[in-house]
């Protein structure tokens, strides 16, 4: 068995009987959700400085109303005057992208909607940054008429 260490990135590749296998190094979904739980709190303190370095310069946000480059998401945090409603993160996944990258899914309850939510994360310069966020609103259940 051969195994080769990547410094600074979560991975390890490891090698046996000529199969590559990625194992991580790092509880991802732990990472992963402490830096969105981050974003989720500088979005509310409309902290630019932290979105500067958490986004991806390539980053694109979807959400029900627009499709956002970098750019757009900065100039929303900036321009948006609104504090966000109290919000719970529940049922986060994560699933593996590769070596450098990795989507994490969650629910998310704001302010009476439920949305559901991925980020995919790249790992770019030492660290993860978010290169695409999408949040899409739940469907409420239609109940069959009697």
Not at 22 to 39: F, H, N, S, Y
Not at 64 to 92: C, K, Q, S, W
Request: proline share 9%; aromatic share 10%.
């Amino acid at each position: 068995m051969a195994a080769a260490s990547h410094p600074g990135r979560p991975w390890e590749t490891v090698i046996i009987d000529s199969r590559v296998y990625l194992l991580p190094m790092k509880d991802l979904l732990t990472v992963l959700l402490d830096i969105e739980k981050r974003a989720w709190g500088a979005a509310d303190t409309r902290d630019v400085e932290f979105y500067w370095d958490y986004l991806a310069p390539e980053a694109l946000v979807v959400t029900p109303f627009a499709v956002l480059d970098r750019d757009g998401i900065i100039r929303d945090l900036t321009e948006n005057p609104n504090e966000l409603p109290a919000y719970t993160i529940t049922d986060p996944k994560v699933v593996p992208l590769g070596e450098e990258s990795a989507v994490l899914v969650y629910t998310v309850s704001l302010g009476g909607q439920i949305l559901y939510v991925s980020t995919v994360y790249a790992w770019s310069d030492g660290r993860w940054r978010a290169a695409f966020h999408q949040r899409t609103p739940a469907s409420p259940v239609a109940t069959p008429p009697d």
